[in-house]
């Protein structure tokens, strides 16, 4: 590619970005359109496998694709060789889940989930043949292959839901909903990359990458228990709030999952190939953080500030009791994108025990949280997990200045002006709220001061990032 690392960087964001605004979009339509067709309790029996299907996905990688991505030279033994484990470690996975899922069933007292838990945990033998074609077109840094990719399965995925929901599937429509995303992406996948199994495979291709992969199995896997933890603890103590934080969940990672995934899967290949210029990686990273804050504050605060007039309009009143809930999420997803963005970088200059280390921590915080909230309402044991993160993010910084150059309170100076500007931009949308009632009115409002002010606030601050996007996208555009 013809580009400097500026350009190059900024073309992966955008274009990651455009997958995951995509996906985000159709998600969000859909969900929305089958949660007014469905129930809160359908919304609970499919949570409370969240757990279960999130460590299944973790295991299934197992940290191969990241060190393959990490390695700069990558045989095709070596692909082959971690195709293979990967699909073996499926099929064992979805054997073990399907045999767990009375244990599973009698643990929430649901013998519902006797039937739809082996439909749900389907998905993932069937996302495993699809791994190394997706850990290639990234490495490779072909992420408008990627958005194509993930728009179109989000879109016949999405249809296939609508169609079940309207013709009366109930909870089943949840059910088959991961098994029908995965069976298009792996298809589609398989026609856009060339890559086909080929050579030699076995697990001395593996051993190579197994010190790097294995920290990162182990720091996924507890970073998954930390995030999906609450799915398990509230479906036990209190089953139908599963289905509100289900809901809620899904509409905040409109904006987490949306920054975090374009984010991270954009730069680490792209850090990952100047890995061994420390100055220029540096650079490269603090940039990231900047354009990291810059979106990620206001978008995630701006949920928060919407979400009550925006529910009213959209979901039916069952499901109203789940707003406070995404407006702590989205206030604590702020620091999970920036998590996400420092544990990239540890990542990418092969410090995976570094990662480890800080989710060890994590876990003792997260489950220190739940021991002193669990006697607590939800809505409590949810503003817990919120300061957990934030206790998260600032260790992580520690580490990440420790190890990389970027010291602690350089981020800090870094991410402050977008603080203030998105405090800034919260105070002003908040004051229709003293003299509006109608949501109709009230929800358009919020969202143009909003963008207002922050827009207004970063140009008169002078904020490079903005000038540096907008200068990108009207050079794209000539």
Same mark, same amino acid.
């Given at each position: 590619?013809?580009?400097?690392?500026?350009?190059?960087?900024?073309?992966?964001?955008?274009?990651?970005?455009?997958?995951?605004?995509?996906?985000?979009?159709?998600?969000?339509?859909?969900?929305?359109?089958?949660?007014?067709?469905?129930?809160?309790?359908?919304?609970? @029996?499919? +949570?409370?496998?969240?757990?279960?299907?999130?460590?299944?996905?973790?295991?299934?990688?197992?940290?191969?694709? *990241?060190?393959?991505?990490?390695?700069?030279?990558? &045989?095709?033994?070596?692909?082959?060789?971690?195709?293979?484990?990967?699909?073996?470690?499926?099929?064992?996975?979805?054997? !073990?889940?399907?045999?767990?899922?009375? =244990?599973?069933?009698?643990?929430?007292?649901?013998?519902?989930?006797? $039937?739809?838990?082996? =439909?749900?945990?389907?998905? =993932?033998?069937?996302?495993?043949?699809?791994?190394?074609?997706?850990?290639?077109?990234?490495?490779?840094?072909?992420? #408008?292959?990627?958005?194509?990719?993930?728009?179109?399965?989000?879109?016949?995925?999405?249809?296939?839901?609508?169609?079940?929901?309207?013709? /009366?599937?109930?909870?089943?429509?949840?059910?088959?909903?991961?098994?029908?995303?995965?069976?298009?992406?792996?298809?589609?996948?398989?026609?856009? *990359?060339?890559?086909?199994?080929?050579?030699?495979? /076995?697990?001395?291709?593996? #051993?190579?990458?197994?010190?790097?992969?294995?920290?990162?199995? =182990?720091?996924?896997?507890?970073?998954?228990?930390?995030?999906?933890?609450? $799915?398990?603890?509230?479906?036990?103590?209190?089953?139908?709030?599963?289905? $509100?934080?289900?809901?809620?969940?899904?509409?905040?990672?409109?904006?987490? +999952?949306?920054?975090?995934?374009?984010?991270?899967?954009?730069?680490?290949? !792209?850090? *990952?190939?100047?890995?061994?210029?420390?100055?220029?990686?540096?650079?490269?990273?603090?940039?990231?953080?900047?354009?990291?804050?810059?979106?990620?504050?206001?978008?995630?605060?701006?949920?928060?500030?919407?979400?009550?007039?925006?529910?009213?309009?959209?979901?039916?009143?069952?499901?109203?009791?789940?707003?406070?809930?995404?407006?702590? @999420?989205?206030?604590?997803?702020?620091?999970?994108?920036?998590?996400?963005?420092?544990?990239?970088?540890? #990542?990418?200059?092969?410090?995976?025990?570094?990662?480890?280390?800080?989710?060890? !921590?994590?876990? %003792?915080?997260?489950?220190?949280?739940?021991?002193?909230?669990?006697?607590? *309402?939800?809505?409590?044991?949810?503003?817990?997990?919120?300061?957990?993160?934030?206790?998260?993010?600032?260790?992580? %910084?520690?580490?990440?200045?420790?190890?990389?150059?970027?010291?602690?309170?350089?981020?800090?100076?870094?991410?402050?002006?977008?603080?203030?500007?998105?405090?800034?931009?919260?105070?002003?949308?908040?004051?229709?709220?003293?003299?509006?009632?109608?949501?109709?009115?009230?929800?358009?409002?919020?969202?143009?001061?909003?963008?207002?002010?922050?827009?207004?606030?970063?140009?008169?601050?002078?904020?490079?990032?903005?000038?540096? &996007?907008?200068?990108? !996208?009207?050079?794209?555009?000539?």
């Amino acid at each position: 590619m013809n580009k400097n690392l500026k350009e190059k960087t900024i073309y992966a964001l955008l274009w990651s970005l455009f997958d995951r605004f995509g996906q985000q979009i159709l998600i969000f339509v859909v969900n929305i359109i089958v949660s007014n067709i469905l129930s809160v309790d359908d919304y609970a @029996l499919t +949570g409370s496998l969240a757990l279960f299907t999130a460590l299944g996905t973790i295991m299934l990688d197992s940290g191969f694709s *990241s060190a393959l991505i990490q390695k700069i030279d990558v &045989s095709k033994e070596e692909y082959k060789s971690v195709f293979v484990f990967n699909i073996t470690i499926s099929i064992i996975l979805f054997i !073990i889940l399907c045999l767990s899922t009375p =244990l599973i069933a009698n643990f929430y007292d649901k013998k519902e989930l006797l $039937y739809i838990a082996p =439909l749900v945990f389907l998905a =993932l033998p069937i996302n495993s043949l699809g791994i190394i074609q997706n850990t290639i077109l990234t490495k490779e840094v072909r992420f #408008k292959e990627l958005a194509k990719i993930n728009v179109i399965t989000t879109f016949i995925s999405g249809i296939a839901s609508l169609t079940m929901a309207l013709s /009366g599937f109930g909870v089943w429509t949840l059910a088959v909903q991961p098994s029908i995303i995965a069976f298009v992406r792996v298809i589609l996948l398989w026609k856009r *990359s060339s890559w086909r199994p080929q050579g030699e495979y /076995g697990l001395k291709y593996i #051993k190579p990458l197994f010190s790097f992969a294995s920290h990162l199995l =182990l720091a996924s896997t507890i970073n998954t228990v930390f995030n999906n933890i609450y $799915y398990f603890i509230i479906g036990k103590v209190y089953f139908r709030q599963v289905g $509100y934080y289900n809901n809620a969940n899904k509409i905040s990672e409109m904006g987490v +999952g949306f920054l975090h995934t374009s984010i991270q899967s954009a730069t680490y290949p !792209i850090f *990952s190939s100047i890995q061994n210029e420390t100055e220029r990686l540096i650079n490269a990273f603090r940039k990231t953080i900047r354009f990291t804050s810059f979106i990620s504050f206001p978008a995630m605060a701006g949920i928060a500030i919407i979400s009550t007039p925006f529910i009213h309009l959209i979901l039916k009143e069952e499901w109203w009791p789940c707003i406070p809930y995404i407006q702590v @999420l989205a206030i604590g997803g702020i620091f999970t994108i920036l998590t996400a963005v420092n544990n990239n970088f540890i #990542k990418v200059i092969g410090k995976s025990n570094i990662i480890l280390r800080i989710e060890f !921590i994590k876990i %003792i915080l997260i489950f220190t949280a739940i021991a002193l909230t669990i006697k607590s *309402s939800i809505l409590v044991m949810l503003e817990a997990q919120a300061v957990v993160r934030i206790m998260v993010y600032i260790i992580n %910084i520690y580490y990440s200045g420790k190890f990389t150059g970027y010291k602690f309170h350089l981020q800090l100076k870094d991410i402050f002006p977008y603080i203030v500007l998105t405090l800034m931009m919260t105070f002003i949308s908040l004051i229709p709220i003293c003299f509006i009632s109608s949501d109709f009115l009230l929800l358009p409002l919020q969202i143009v001061l909003g963008i207002l002010s922050y827009s207004l606030g970063a140009f008169l601050t002078g904020s490079k990032i903005m000038k540096e &996007s907008i200068d990108f !996208i009207l050079k794209k555009r000539t």
